[in-house]
C-alpha cells in the first residue's frame, strides 16, 4: 500500500498535485475534526465521572 502510493506521488503531473493538495487538505480538516470529537467525548466522560464521585462523596458525608 505505502509502496504504491510513494509511486504514484513520484509520477504526478501539475494538475494531479492540485488536486494532491485539496485531498490533504481536506485530510487535514477531518483529523481535526475527529480529535475534536474524541476530544468532546472524553470531555464528558471525565465530567459524567466527577458527578458521580461527587454525588458518591454527598451520599457518605450526608
Do not use: Q
Not at 500500500?1 to 494538475?15: E, G, Q
Not at 476530544?39 to 451520599?59: F, H, V
Request: glycine residues 4%; contains cysteine.
Amino acid at each position: 500500500m505505502l509502496i504504491l502510493f510513494l509511486f504514484k506521488s513520484k509520477a504526478t503531473t501539475m494538475k494531479d498535485k492540485t488536486k494532491k493538495t485539496a485531498k490533504e487538505k481536506t485530510r487535514k480538516i477531518l483529523l481535526k475534526l475527529k480529535f475534536f470529537f474524541v476530544y468532546l467525548l472524553l470531555n464528558l466522560e471525565t465530567r459524567r465521572c466527577l458527578t458521580r464521585a461527587g454525588d458518591i462523596m454527598k451520599m457518605t458525608n450526608g
